[in-house]
């Protein structure tokens, strides 16, 4: 997802300074070293940053925030062409290996009903110390089930959620969430419940102005499957511009094999969709007529695997509900 205009304002007023400073040394830093922890599986994870850009016009301290430039190393999710090659390679695997488990077997699914286990993580019992409502999260149910029906303008997918479990956890030493932190993968281990086909949302504050991040499916359960998803960007939260659930849409695509939009540039295969325009880089709060590549097609700002704001993103398109049943039967179907 993409940026929080109101993350200082909003910290500021609910977060004592030194918290404030510490996220914003972090956030010099980038998370590229942290996330090197992850040597297994580097690939795997999903960050959403912050945009500097858009934070220069819509707050005036962005300066202090996220240093120009500073956004790429804040998103260990562009994946190389490397990395997006050794992924294609494993879902054919995964796909080979399926095809020979099934034959004569069972069918591959056409429709999907996905167990969701919400996790909240709270500092402690107040709402800035994380402590969201119910309410927010069955709102959040109800997003996730209308972009992936496709009842908000966007292609119709497999996919359907169901709520089964709501886990509050208050642990300030995993407040906030760090990603790629010996503490997530404390809290993961900890918390994570089902087998591959269970969606395990966690939810908190987040390290680096982020929004979110996920992993990507794998052919072996891993206790670190799942997506984080900011509070606050639940439906009715405080992230401006990014308060209609969207964020967990988009988190969700990953957990569900999707690349972002304008992975790959302008060249190659993108993002292994063909009905995605190519798009040299992510499109932030809601451009007009964006068009950066040569190839056909505008830059498609209204897929949920952009970055822009939620309010201009509302679909999915068929190739890429295509790409995430066929992901679903290779990696995640029983
Ligand atoms: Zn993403």
Avoid at 111 to 139: C, K, L, Y
Avoid at 163 to 178: A, D, E, F, G
Avoid at 237 to 255: L, S
Wanted: glycine letters at 10%; a negative charge.
């Amino acid at each position: 997802m993409g940026l929080r205009p109101n993350l200082l304002t909003r910290r500021t007023a609910g977060v004592a300074t030194s918290t404030l400073a510490l996220l914003l040394s972090t956030a010099a830093v980038g998370v590229v070293p942290a996330a090197s922890a992850f040597s297994a599986a580097p690939a795997e994870v999903c960050a959403e940053p912050a945009d500097a850009h858009a934070d220069e016009h819509a707050d005036e301290h962005a300066n202090a925030r996220v240093a120009k430039g500073g956004n790429a190393k804040l998103d260990p999710n562009h994946l190389t062409a490397a990395q997006v090659r050794e992924r294609e390679a494993d879902l054919a695997a995964a796909q080979r290996e399926r095809a020979g488990f099934r034959t004569g077997a069972v069918a591959p699914l056409a429709t999907v009903t996905i167990p969701v286990v919400v996790h909240v993580i709270q500092e402690n019992s107040t709402r800035a110390g994380g402590n969201i409502t119910d309410s927010m999260i069955n709102q959040q149910i109800t997003v996730l089930n209308q972009s992936y029906a496709g009842s908000t303008g966007g292609a119709a997918t497999a996919f359907g959620f169901q709520l089964t479990k709501i886990n509050r956890v208050t642990n300030p030493s995993w407040y906030p969430i760090v990603q790629g932190s010996s503490a997530e993968r404390s809290m993961k281990t900890s918390l994570r419940e089902g087998g591959k086909n269970t969606l395990n949302i966690y939810l908190g504050e987040l390290s680096d102005s982020l929004l979110g991040w996920a992993t990507f499916p794998k052919r072996t359960l891993d206790k670190m499957d799942g997506v984080v998803v900011l509070n606050e960007s639940l439906p009715g939260g405080t992230a401006t511009n990014y308060n209609q659930g969207d964020t967990g849409t988009h988190e969700v695509g990953h957990w569900l094999n999707l690349y972002h939009t304008f992975q790959g540039g302008c060249s190659g295969s993108g993002d292994s969709v063909s009905d995605t325009p190519a798009e040299a880089s992510p499109a932030y709060q809601c451009p007009t007529g964006r068009d950066t590549c040569s190839t056909a097609g505008k830059d498609p700002i209204t897929n949920f695997m952009d970055y822009t704001y939620d309010s201009c993103m509302y679909q999915f398109t068929a190739g890429q509900a295509s790409r995430m049943l066929s992901a679903w039967n290779a990696y995640r179907a029983a």
